[in-house]
């Protein structure tokens, strides 16, 4: 780690080396994608020397001028004119039909659901075991909790089934 990192960024370090060390993903080079991963968030966050010195720059400038992004032409709108309004496509899909994203929900699940009853016959499919789907359904439960309006309405309903 740099001399000018914080406390928090070196045990951000140290628990991101031994997490790799741990699970002996990266071998020998633990600590250099520790190193280099923790630098990508100081970049990502500003903190480190260019950065702060790039900022002081860029703020200091009498008159600012426009790049060549700004005064290229508006952009189009994502909505494909052949396409119709109610296309079975989801609000994911790629909007020129290519490849999985680009494909109907119902097609994606067809080739997931293959997927899956290929991995089960193959013997290679992940097999819940009791503990894992306690963790899994509690995850879930408070996911669902965070829903206020969904909880407000539970509530109301009461007891009944």
Not at 25 to 46: D, H, L, P, S
Not at 117 to 131: D, I, V
Request: glycine share 12%; aromatic share 2%; hydrophobic share 25%.
């Amino acid at each position: 780690m740099p001399r000018g990192a914080s406390p928090k960024r070196e045990r951000q370090y140290e628990k991101i080396k031994q997490s790799a060390k741990k699970s002996g993903r990266y071998g020998a080079r633990a600590e250099e994608v520790a190193a280099r991963t923790v630098n990508k968030i100081r970049r990502e966050k500003g903190e480190t020397k260019a950065q702060r010195s790039r900022s002081k720059k860029r703020s200091t400038t009498a008159s600012p001028r426009k790049s060549r992004a700004s005064k290229s032409r508006p952009a189009k709108s994502r909505r494909s004119p052949k396409s119709p309004a109610g296309a079975s496509r989801s609000r994911r899909a790629s909007s020129n039909g290519r490849g999985f994203a680009g494909m109907s929900d119902q097609r994606q699940r067809a080739i997931a659901a293959e997927g899956g009853r290929a991995a089960h016959k193959q013997g290679t499919a992940h097999e819940f075991s009791q503990a894992e789907a306690r963790k899994a359904g509690q995850k879930g439960g408070e996911a669902v909790s965070r829903n206020r309006g969904h909880m407000a309405e539970i509530g109301r309903r009461g007891g009944e089934r």
